[in-house]
């Protein structure tokens, strides 16, 4: 593996080079994975819907499409392919019946526990051949970057549930002038 530079890195130095071996992980990690996941025979929409469902635990059908970047009617027939695959579950919300929730359902579920028991056995390999310092430092750098993620992903779902203030007023101006 290559080593980072010894000599002091500018800070967009220093990004560059983390992006640059995050994204090296990053492949050799997606590299890996692919027959795990080929043998599911899902398509990319599916596998897609399920990697949410797993770090959301919940969603409607709603904010799904709008995660996948697709409608509603595309999101909920993906969402019958998967019930019918016994990987998600549907369930009327609580509160309002007009909305869908949907989770992995248990066979989903171990669906990604597999993958992750396995990670998690690949990280413990490559990390015992870190130092005490240099794992206290990943340590550091990884806590700090998972509290930004989910910061961010806090904000998206935020914005994903609750309508943007003024939108309709002004689509119904629109329409009337």
Do not use: C
């Not at 080593?3 to 130095?13: A, D, G, M, T, V």
């Amino acid at each position: 593996m290559k080593q980072l530079k010894n000599k002091e890195q500018s800070r967009p130095e220093l990004v560059g080079t983390i992006v640059k071996a995050y994204m090296d992980l990053f492949i050799t990690m997606q590299f890996n994975a692919v027959s795990h996941w080929l043998m599911l025979e899902l398509t990319f929409a599916q596998a897609r819907a399920l990697f949410m469902l797993s770090a959301r635990k919940e969603l409607t059908v709603s904010q799904l499409a709008k995660l996948l970047g697709v409608g509603n009617p595309t999101a909920s027939i993906l969402v019958q392919r998967l019930v019918e695959r016994e990987l998600v579950t549907r369930s009327e919300h609580t509160t309002d019946r007009r909305h869908t929730i949907i989770k992995l359902s248990p066979k989903g579920a171990e669906i990604g526990t597999g993958r992750r028991k396995e990670r998690e056995k690949q990280w413990h390999r490559w990390l015992s051949h870190l130092s005490d310092d240099e794992l206290n430092a990943l340590a550091r750098g990884l806590s700090a970057i998972v509290a930004v993620v989910k910061k961010e992903l806090e904000d998206g779902m935020q914005q994903i549930s609750s309508p943007k203030v003024g939108t309709e007023a002004s689509s119904t101006k629109k329409k009337n002038s």
